[in-house]
């Protein structure tokens, strides 16, 4: 069982950035660039984080940085869904 862990903690987090990316990208398409500026700020800056960590290597960091990047931008999303159902 260790061993499964370790070779999960050496692979790149591929879907995980992936999965970020589109999020980020559905939530600015949503509006959240004005509703929740701050949130996806967040999340564009966890991304970053994560394409830093990848470059260096750092895969499990990566994949945490991502997937904060992931749940940031959902946030923003939501919010950007919930102003355009108050209008």
Known sequence: MLVALAGCETAPPVQEMSDARQAIAVAREAGAADVAADTLQEAETYLS???????????LRARRDALDAKSKALSALKAAEKSKSVD
Request: aromatic share 10%; glycine share 0%.
């Open 49 to 59: 984080s994560a394409e830093r960590r990848l470059t260096d290597k750092d895969y």
